[in-house]
């Protein structure tokens, strides 16, 4: 009994042991800077090629808007994954998460994607708004209103002769507009996509 | 035949041993336990549902999403039935830091497991060491792939970031850390006296039994049967894999064989890095329409991926399986009836390691 006393007096009464027992503190909690965090804006310019928004997985977590003439990415929080996919994808470099770009330039990594857009003609209404609302078309064909009428032939699709028509497909971006346009859901773009090593960008 | 029940007593679906919910309802007479019957059906996602129509890029988080502690291996077994429904080869270090992601996340998913089968027993100390000792796992993880949870590492012809050679010197490091804490640990559980009280000769899974139950997985190899879909795997039979077995078949069995598991998972990615070839990390190739049924061995067993798509590579049809629905049935109609305690309910139905989001998805 006595002698346990002594031993407990002795363990406790070490410097270190009262060191420790007065001063212990966890060591504070720090996000490494190789977390892969939600994408942040660098610098360089957006060309809203939407690159970015055709590869993001998670519906609705990144839109490209137009804001006092320039173009940015804009992330959505609530909805992004922080896959860090549109960072890897972004030809520009516009985004930016944890090491994705530094580690995409040393390994010259890259996503390809083609793009096919296909239609259910059987319930397609024809109302086009998926002509109006692509991003594409209203570059190619400013005028192009309600009704998907165009006289251009340089635009991605649009409503002829009572029928939607894609006519470039090849220069679709991918980013899916066209299928939130769609009341129906009969408009879809078949994205494929593949991972790359080593080829050059563009 | 008529039996005699005291009463049926369940347990959950809220329950603080659940790392998820479920309810076991145990038919007793006095302290024994008769019969037992898991209920599901609280945390439904329909996941599979969701998949259908989306390409790879989209399903890959899917596929990782159906279960958070072995969602390594969702989005391995979802790639490779990808590549090879589309013919895509892998570049051989792809192939090997993919054994590397694997295997961390095995030795992640092993050490919680541990930890919630030692919580369960109420001996917090030791589960703590082995929740700390997880997060140097989890550390090793955020360092390759930029998080600690859902990776999404694997891609379709191959992984999407390389290792660093700085970050392979930190790997290792924390590899010799990890293994002298787990071994650590592990001799702590192997011969902590109250620790056999609880475990030893409780919840016995016989080799008949588990058969019967096709039981997988660390469950079916404390019972004696050498099965592990890695044996057929391409990459690990380059490693020389051979499965652990033990044969007692009960909770000190299975919670010690994934302690050696973890041995055995270390000295894999010791293997893999020493090995690792150079070369590219991606192979390219695009993904198109086939039907194929991919397999790998999850932390808990066999898992099972059955994928149909389209010429675009979207999925048309997926249907997944899980190793613990298996698990479950084995636990519940061969490790819990005879069961001397009501207390000993828990921690048997814990030590088979049941993964109730995974089962649902």
């Not at chain 1, 165009?150 to 409503?159: G, L, P, R």
């Not at chain 2, 089968?117 to 997880?134: D, G, K, P, S, V």
């Not at chain 2, 090995?275 to 390219?284: E, N």
Request: aromatic content about 6%; glycine content about 8%; hydrophobic content about 40%.
């Amino acid at each position: 009994m006595v002698q346990s006393i002594f031993w407990y007096l002795k363990e406790f009464l070490r410097a270190p042991w009262i060191h420790a027992f007065l001063f212990a503190k966890t060591a504070p909690l720090v996000t490494p800077s190789y977390f892969r965090e939600y994408p942040s804006l660098t610098e360089k310019e957006c060309t809203h090629c939407f690159t970015c928004r055709m590869i993001c997985p998670a519906p609705g977590a990144i839109e490209v808007l137009q804001e006092g003439g320039t173009w940015h990415p804009v992330i959505h929080r609530g909805h992004c994954l922080r896959c860090g996919l549109c960072v890897e994808a972004c030809p520009e470099g516009v985004l930016a998460s944890g090491r994705i770009l530094q580690w995409q330039e040393e390994d010259r990594t890259s996503f390809a994607a083609t793009f096919h857009i296909q239609v259910d003609h059987a319930t397609c209404m024809r109302c086009g708004n998926c002509c109006v609302s692509c991003p594409v078309n209203k570059e190619q064909d400013p005028q192009m209103a309600s009704g998907g009428h165009s006289a251009n032939n340089e635009v991605i699709m649009k409503i002829s002769s009572g029928r939607h028509t894609v006519i470039h497909e090849e220069r679709c971006v991918g980013c899916r507009t066209c299928e939130g346009a769609c009341p129906n859901s009969a408009i879809r773009v078949a994205r494929v996509v593949e991972g790359l090593q080593g080829v050059a960008e563009g | 035949m008529k039996r005699v029940v005291d009463v049926s007593i369940p347990l959950g679906p809220v329950h603080p041993c659940w790392k998820e919910p479920a309810r076991v309802k145990c038919e007793t007479r006095g302290e024994k336990v008769l019969s037992a019957e898991v209920e599901l059906g609280y945390m439904k996602k329909g996941i599979e549902r969701i998949m259908r129509g989306r390409p790879w890029q989209e399903v890959m988080f899917l596929a990782e999403r159906v279960c958070g502690i072995c969602s390594v291996i969702h989005n391995m077994v979802f790639i490779e039935g990808m590549e090879a429904v589309s013919g895509i080869t892998v570049p051989d270090r792809a192939a090997y830091l993919r054994v590397v992601m694997n295997e961390l996340d095995r030795i992640q998913s092993h050490l919680l497991a541990n930890f919630s089968y030692c919580y369960t027993i109420e001996h917090e100390t030791l589960a703590m060491y082995l929740l700390n000792t997880r997060e140097r796992a989890m550390d090793c993880m955020e360092r390759i792939a930029g998080v600690r949870v859902n990776k999404a590492y694997m891609i379709p012809g191959g992984v999407r970031f390389d290792l660093r050679d700085t970050d392979r010197a930190l790997l290792l490091a924390d590899l010799a850390h990890l293994e002298d804490s787990v071994h650590r640990y592990g001799r702590m559980f192997d011969t902590g006296p109250l620790i056999a009280t609880r475990s030893k000769g409780v919840g016995i899974l016989m080799q008949e039994q588990a058969r019967i139950a096709r039981a997988v997985g660390p469950t079916a190899r404390a019972s004696g049967i050498a099965e592990d879909v890695r044996l057929t795997h391409p990459t690990y039979r380059k490693l020389a894999f051979t499965p652990i077995v033990r044969t007692e078949g009960d909770n000190h069995a299975r919670i010690m064989l994934r302690f050696d598991e973890i041995f055995q998972s270390l000295g894999l990615i010791r293997q893999c890095l020493h090995d690792l070839p150079a070369g590219p990390i991606r192979g390219g190739g695009t993904c198109g329409a086939g039907e194929t049924v991919s397999r790998g061995e999850a932390p808990r067993g066999e898992l099972s991926y059955f994928i149909r798509s389209d010429e675009y590579g979207r999925i048309l049809d997926i249907a997944i399986r899980t190793p613990s629905i298996p698990n479950i049935d084995a636990c519940t109609h061969h490790m819990l009836p005879g069961v001397t305690s009501l207390a000993d309910v828990t921690s048997v139905f814990v030590s088979a390691d049941p993964c109730i989001a995974c089962n649902e998805r």
